[in-house]
């Protein structure tokens, strides 16, 4: 036992020097103890069954940071029943909403307070310029600081009875085990904003982080740990990319969870759903989206452009929300592209860790390749670069330059996918009814953005653009007070706001007879 402690001791000294290697000597050794290389399953910190850990690493320098337990369903089955036993037999779906909103609240201080340790963590391994880290953590600790103010407000309804010897109540009760699954482009406020909520509504949790991102998942975790929550309430396991499916597969069949909750891409929430069909299981799903971003003539093109960068540029485009199509009216089109190649060009790269960084590396080697294709597809078929559209290798393996391509067609690649990446698509339009059919021919349907100055044209243009949510005159939409989600193919459900909770209660109505 002496052996295996020091053994871990070790380990986690040698995971802290990598780190702190890594990103420049900046943590100190009383921080340290958020570098988590265990998993969390009924208040412990475990190792897989199996003893087999993986890597993760630092896409700025593709250097390895820590590893941790690569589980398998045998561990996410020790996961769902510590949350099924918390929920049930630790009787956590009877605990007052007064106590969790107490809970919620004492993780959300603990978030605040350790938040520059968790930026620290957040850039290592996502490779996101500090700055945005720092932003995350304000987003992220948000939810659990709104979830934990919403605990008290899930309210029932006592409803007009037609007979007058019955009474009629509408109570909300909590579903049950909630299996989390969140992506690495938000690896903080993808899992609060769903775990803060499942918490607050009295549900118990089993969370899978993205293979790429688990070290902040891990912290976020020990700080829930301090925080005082009981034991199986919240749980989670590290798993590799060749484990996530049966994970996945595990979370959605498994008769001890009730509800599933999915961020990530299309393809996996599509697969997700039908394999929740079987147990008829609630599901919520925040997918991939392919937001418009509309330009009209009336716009005040300064505050389009700011706008532009924002909705762009954050997270080097790896954003489910980040612009993906701009559609620039005639009138307006050269001018928007020589403001905007102004501001990209000013754009500083590198290593997210040091100062003043905008822009970081990609994730990894999937997604710088497919940002290279995209961008030669285009350049095949007939489009042109105005900015960029190569591989910065002189930074490092996985950087791509800030890019704009304009006089796209509808068979580039960049015109209809998902991009992921810094790279500015446009598409110049007449009319407002062409930009109205362009930006509503897809299937993807999370967010758009449109400028106009034109009143009429902003009440239509809101009403008629077919996406979840739209910033109107505003890039940077999200916040906890408000309801994100998407329609068509981008999701079902809403996340944060007041609806956040409702994912995971369901209505039971009581109807009480016989009364004298
Ligand atoms: P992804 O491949 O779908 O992965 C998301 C999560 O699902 C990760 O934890 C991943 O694990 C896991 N996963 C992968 N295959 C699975 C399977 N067969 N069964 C169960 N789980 C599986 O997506 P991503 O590339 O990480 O994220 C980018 C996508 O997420 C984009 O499309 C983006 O638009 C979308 N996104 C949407 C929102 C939103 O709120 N709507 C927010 C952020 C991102 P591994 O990491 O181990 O593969």
């Not at 916040?479 to 369901?506: L, M």
């Amino acid at each position: 036992m002496a052996t295996l402690l020091l053994g871990r001791f070790a380990l986690n000294r040698a995971v802290n020097l990598g780190l702190t290697r890594m990103i420049g000597n900046s943590l100190n050794r009383r921080t340290m103890h958020l570098h988590q290389n265990h998993a969390f399953i009924n208040g412990k910190w475990v190792g897989a069954r199996s003893g087999l850990t993986f890597d993760v690493t630092n896409p700025a320098n593709e250097q390895v940071l820590g590893t941790v337990p690569d589980m398998d369903i045998n561990d996410v089955n020790d996961a769902i029943d510590a949350a099924h036993n918390a929920f049930y037999d630790k009787k956590w779906h009877n605990s007052t909403a007064k106590d969790r909103a107490a809970l919620l609240k004492k993780w959300f201080q603990l978030l605040e307070k350790n938040r520059k340790e968790i930026a620290l963590i957040m850039t290592a391994e996502s490779g996101k310029p500090i700055a945005e880290s720092e932003g995350e953590i304000t987003y992220g600790n948000s939810f659990v600081e709104w979830f934990a103010e919403e605990a008290r407000r899930v309210y029932g309804e006592i409803v007009p009875t037609p007979q007058s010897n019955r009474q009629m109540m509408l109570v909300k009760q909590p579903i049950g085990v909630a299996g989390l699954i969140t992506p690495w482009n938000f690896p903080h406020a993808m899992i609060t904003r769903k775990a803060s909520a499942a918490i607050a509504a009295g549900c118990t949790v089993v969370i899978k982080p993205a293979e790429d991102t688990p070290l902040t998942a891990l912290a976020l975790t020990k700080l829930a740990e301090e925080a005082g929550f009981p034991k199986g309430v919240l749980n989670v396991v590290t798993s590799s990319r060749k484990n996530a499916a049966s994970v996945g597969k595990l979370l959605c069949q498994s008769e001890k969870v009730a509800a599933i909750s999915f961020t990530g891409s299309t393809e996996v929430g599509k697969l997700l759903y039908k394999q929740c069909a079987n147990g008829i299981k609630r599901i919520g799903l925040e997918l991939g989206g392919n937001a418009p971003f509309i330009v009209f003539k009336s716009a005040d093109l300064d505050k389009a452009v700011i706008g532009a960068m924002n909705s762009k540029f954050r997270n080097c485009g790896q954003t489910c929300i980040s612009a993906n199509r701009f559609l620039i009216q005639d009138e307006v089109h050269d001018e928007f592209i020589s403001r905007l190649t102004e501001k990209i060009k000013a754009l500083k790269i590198g290593d997210g860790s040091h100062d003043g960084v905008q822009i970081g590396p990609l994730i990894n080697h999937a997604q710088i390749n497919k940002v290279t294709q995209f961008v030669e597809d285009a350049k095949q078929k007939g489009a042109n670069v105005v900015l960029g559209g190569r591989q910065l290798s002189e930074h490092g393996a996985l950087y791509f330059e800030p890019t704009i391509v304009s006089h796209l067609r509808d068979d580039m690649k960049l015109y209809r996918e998902e991009i992921f990446g810094p790279v500015v698509s446009i598409i110049r339009f007449k009319t407002e009814e062409e930009a109205l059919q362009i930006a509503n021919a897809t299937q993807r349907g999370l967010a758009g953005y449109f400028y106009s100055n034109d009143l009429n044209q902003v009440f239509r243009i809101s009403k008629l653009l077919e996406t979840g949510m739209i910033g109107v005159n505003e890039g940077l939409i999200s916040a906890a007070e408000a309801a994100f989600g998407g329609i068509k193919e981008s999701g079902i459900g809403r996340e944060g706001s007041k609806y956040g909770i409702d994912e995971y209660v369901y209505i039971k109505y009581l109807c009480y007879g016989g009364l004298e």
